[in-house]
């Protein structure tokens, strides 16, 4: 049996239970060299464990512990997560972490500070109506228009359609194609307006986009539509023919009047697109015995009384000046009613050649 000289040994050795190893003990002021098997000396050896000392199999504690980690390489299933409502751990500006709870709106999103926000004007990335949804919502009749949708109204009578309430939906917008033939009304709901008035007509060919300040409606844009603004009336009262007479002393050498059955209470009116705002309104026309007073007013709305055609004798190229207030852009009707006359005069005529302002 070969026997092993201590010095001999490497990191690489192995030793059988068998084997034999010369060792040297200390005996007085020198050593002798003794043989013992390894079997004997290992039990007679203690390893350190940092400053645990025997061996591994002995540390129980050591090992429970050990035991109790999971491997380096592991799974999870759904089931082992909690999907409860954790406000904890989201996402900031300083560390990763969960996404907030979703809102249940889809006007916000979820803004640099890790908050869902409502984005100003109620779009986001610079379109305006982003929250316009991409399909058209179609109206052929009365109903309630809802913040939030494009809509398009068609038809051939007219009809009224009712604004949804502002209140709730601050920064919404509402859009309407307008191809409906008849006379489309948009009414504000309940005393809410649309550029400060309640109701508002639109026409075929109209484009228009409306805005919630979460009081009232306001315009923010609008196409004229197929509407033209016209020199001479579009409309008049039934109990009379109009007709053009040729006034060769008059600017553009015509001026408009009834042919028979002149009344007092009959009008004239024309329709026109106009932007918000103020306007003086000038009427060319010329006086005469036979002519009578007219009222104007704008969608119902009275903006001068009393307009004095009557002269005892004919005055052509005469300009008669009203003040007038557009209440909203848009699609508006002026009306001129007769409404009395001079005492002096001997009929109910009116005499125009042109609407300007």
């Known amino acids: 049996m070969a026997i092993k000289e201590i010095n001999d040994l490497t990191e ?20 002798v060299t003794r043989k013992v098997k390894w079997s004997i000396l290992k039990s007679l050896l203690t390893f350190p464990w940092g400053s645990i000392s025997g061996t591994l199999a002995d540390q129980t504690d050591l090992q429970s512990a050990l035991n109790a980690k999971a491997a380096s390489s592991h799974t999870h299933t759904e089931s082992d997560l909690s ?30 500070t890790g908050a869902w926000s409502t984005p100003a ?14 399909s058209e919502v179609s109206i052929t009749g009365a109903t309630t228009a809802n913040w939030g949708r494009q809509h398009v109204v068609t038809g051939s009578t007219d009809y009224t359609i009712t604004l949804q309430a502002c209140s709730g939906n601050t920064g919404k917008f509402m859009s309407f194609r307008i191809l409906n033939t008849g006379v489309t009304t948009l009414d504000g709901n309940s005393s809410e307006t649309i550029d400060g008035v309640t109701t508002m007509a639109c026409y075929q060919g109209q484009n ?113 000046t009203f003040t007038m207030t557009v209440p909203y852009t848009g699609v508006h009707t002026l009306k001129s009613t007769i409404n009395g006359r001079n005492a002096s005069a001997s009929g109910w005529d009116f005499e125009i050649t042109a609407i300007a302002f």
């Open 12 to 31: 690489t050795t192995t030793l059988a239970d068998t084997s034999v190893l010369a060792v040297q003990i200390p005996s007085g002021s020198d050593f």
């Open 83 to 112: 999907l409860s409502d954790v406000t904890t751990k989201n996402a900031s500006t300083s560390m990763h972490g969960f996404t907030p709870k979703l809102p249940n709106d889809s006007a916000k999103y979820l803004d640099g």
């Open 121 to 134: 004007g109620g779009g986001g990335g610079g379109d305006y109506l982003s929250t316009l949804v991409n």
């Open 208 to 320: 228009i986009t409306l805005y919630c300040d979460g009081t009232n409606a306001h315009v923010i844009n609008l196409k004229a539509g197929n509407l033209q603004q016209w020199f001479t009336p579009l409309q008049f009262a039934s109990n009379f023919t109009k007709k053009y007479t040729v006034r060769t002393s008059q600017p553009y050498n015509f001026a408009m009047e009834q042919s028979s059955g002149a009344a007092d209470g009959d009008w004239i009116s024309v329709m026109f697109f106009a932007n918000k705002g103020t306007y003086t309104v000038s009427i060319l026309g010329f006086t005469a015995g036979s002519c009578a007073k007219q009222d104007w007013s704008l969608n119902g709305v009275n903006q001068t009384t009393g307009q004095d055609w009557y002269s005892s004798s004919t005055v052509y190229n005469v300009v008669k």
